[in-house]
């Protein structure tokens, strides 16, 4: 008898009359079912943490290329000159170069020669107060006093006072006994003041000594500005 009662263990029915073999594979499957839960749980945290990953990155290149649009359009607008800004000047002219060709005011009127002591330039200017040419000259070691003067004299070619054989003479004034006129040397040099020596000649390249002589006839007024 002990061994009939053992025997419904493996399939028959116990006396409560609930079949072992089923509560059996019906625990087993109330666990198998907790396990695909649980890995189902497991794989799909797994997912969703790939997921969160892959979209914070894809933000990431979104906000690196917005930031890189941005940058490139604040490069490209400072690139650009504002309406109300004034151009820079080239860098051949700058404001001082530009301001040190402009013809002194007052300097006279009508046709004349301009000539500014501390700039060291002349300007020709004609009758219709525009500037004919400007250049910069040698001053002398003896300097007019500012003022109106006239062309007294010409000479094409004779020895300066420095003894450098000049052209193109145009004399307008005398200080302390020193002639003082414009005039450009043969070799083109320009000359080195010299305290001790009382020289008048304002030295001239010999392009610009030619268009003085063409346009600063006997008569024609000098005006020297400080």
Known sequence: MVGARS????????????????VIAGAGGHHE?????????SSGGSAGAV???????????????????????????????????SPSPGPSESPAKTNEKALPTPSGNGERVVYALERRRVWLVGANEKVRRTYR??????????????????????TGSDGVPVENVVRFATVRGTTVGFSAALNGSMPRQDPERQTGGIR????DGEALWLFATIGTEVVVVP
């Open 51 to 85: 997921v969160a990953g892959l979209t914070a990155a894809a933000f990431a290149v979104v906000g690196f290329f917005a930031y890189q649009a941005s940058a490139a359009q604040d490069r490209a607008e400072d690139r650009t000159p504002s309406a109300s800004g």
């Open 7 to 22: 025997k419904p263990v493996g399939g028959a029915a116990t006396a409560s009359g609930t079949p072992t073999a089923t």
């Open 204 to 207: 001239e390249r010999r392009a």
């Open 33 to 41: 079912r907790r396990r695909r839960t649980v890995a189902g749980s």
């Open 137 to 158: 000259v040698g001053a002398s070691s003896v300097d007019p006093k500012p003022g109106s003067y006239r062309v007294e004299s010409r000479s094409s070619q004779v």
